[in-house]
């Protein structure tokens, strides 16, 4: 079966919905099949044409299960839902399925007080700062920011996302047809490291099937549908 993986989070603005489509781009380019799952309403679906990835829509509970289901009976895949804030009993759901659970969060005392109690609530959960700060300063105080509030949580924390304006490409309708490379390589490196803790294999030559795919155009993913 396809392993899940679900980007939750009671607070909204954290970041969640970005994180799910990195994680979804960056898992294509490195050769391992992924669909995006959408479940929040405010969302729209978005165009598969130039992704590495299947965006699906999973809004409605229906969509959701159909969805899981299908995942359920596919080997070699990977399911990403993209949970929406203030929904702590469908996170709580959500989980229950969930191979890795992602705790996106911001450089903010309200995001980091946050954070802490979604960790309590779900154990096997990983924070992950997401559009954490590139300036020198202010990354080092949203460092010691995060090491004075959740130091004892120090052992389920990602490396950072870093602030990127240019991933916001992802979250278009459409994209275009060539991504900047610092949001391909933040792509890989964010799959790279949950593909780590989830215990996915990332083929030996991942980044030259990445390639290939990627000079295959749009059809792949379309065509390789689970």
């Known amino acids: 079966m396809a392993q899940i993986i679900c980007v939750l989070g009671n607070k909204g603005g954290t970041g969640k919905t970005t994180i799910s489509h990195m994680l979804g781009q960056g898992l294509g380019l490195l050769g391992v099949r992924a669909v995006v799952a959408v479940t929040d309403e405010t969302r729209e679906p978005l165009s598969r044409a130039g992704r590495r990835y299947l965006p699906v829509d999973a809004r409605s509970p229906d969509q959701l299960s159909a969805i899981a289901k299908k995942l359920r009976g596919v080997d070699g895949w990977v399911g990403v839902i993209d949970g929406g804030g203030g929904r ?26 946050t954070v802490l109690k979604d960790l309590d609530r779900l154990p096997a959960a990983y924070g992950i700062p997401s559009q954490w700060p590139t300036n020198a300063f202010a990354r080092d105080a ?16 990602l490396p950072p996302v870093m602030s990127l304006s240019a991933s916001k490409l992802l979250l278009q309708l459409e994209i275009p047809e060539t991504l900047p490379s610092p949001v391909s390589a933040a792509c890989r ?14 083929p030996d030559d991942a980044d030259a099937i990445g390639k290939q795919r990627l000079a295959a155009g749009a059809s792949y993913a379309v065509s390789q549908g689970p």
Do not use: C
């Open 88 to 113: 702590v009993e469908f996170d709580s759901r959500l989980a229950e399925m969930a191979r890795v659970v992602l705790l996106p969060f911001r450089d903010s005392h309200e995001d980091l007080r």
């Open 142 to 157: 949203a460092d010691r920011s995060l090491e004075a509030l959740l130091a004892p949580y120090a052992n389920r924390f």
């Open 189 to 202: 490196s964010l799959a790279r490291e949950v593909a780590r803790v989830a215990g996915i294999q990332v």
